[in-house]
């Protein structure tokens, strides 16, 4: 269990820049 709560981790801590970087990409495309 303590693997998957560190996959979990990992992949909120790239998941926040990646999606702001999604919605910054959106208001210049938009």
């Known amino acids: ?3 998957i709560e ?3 981790l ?3 801590t790239v ?3 990646l999606m702001t970087l999604v ?3 959106m208001l ?3």
């Open 1 to 3: 269990m303590d693997k």
């Open 10 to 12: 990992s992949l909120g």
């Open 28 to 30: 210049i495309v938009g």
């Open 6 to 8: 560190a996959l979990l």
């Open 23 to 25: 919605a910054m990409a």
């Open 15 to 17: 998941a926040g820049p």
